[in-house]
């Protein structure tokens, strides 16, 4: 997940990552015109190595920007037909939100403590296997996630922002 905290690390970091990964570009930072030319620089090395690209963002705009794909809360992402349709989710009428709308993956959050939410209250690994068993779509970990700490859950899929 990209934000101003990882933006001088991002194309460093989309070379590194394992082929068929994502980049979900938010940027939120940067006015209109300066987060365009940031997505669409970002998203030339993502695709050469091979990753999807999804916007935080409104459908509309995703479809507009040549996304692969839409990321946000699940009501934002209803009717994302051809995109895929990743939604957030911190609680179990989220996780609900989402399987309504089909979204194709969640992004179930915080796992652990985040730097960007200093003392913010957590799922933790057990809370969130038992969230995650809810679903019927791949989910993805998120919350102060790194190498480590994905190992240490035995969960795959994890997104992070600071985490290398």
Known sequence: MSDARNDARLEAILRRLPRGSGLIFRHYHLDEAKRRARFDALARIARQYGHVVVLAETLKEARRWGADGVYGRPGSLAGGVGLLRLATAHSLRAIGAARRI??????????????????????????????????????????????????????KKWAAIDGA
């Open 102 to 155: 089909g979204a194709d993956a969640v992004l179930l959050s915080p796992v652990f403590a985040t730097r960007s939410h200093p003392g913010a209250p957590t799922l933790g690994p057990v809370r969130f296997r038992l969230l995650a068993r809810w679903a019927d779509m791949p989910v993805i970990a998120l919350g102060g996630m790194n190498r480590q700490r994905a190992r240490h859950l035995g969960w």
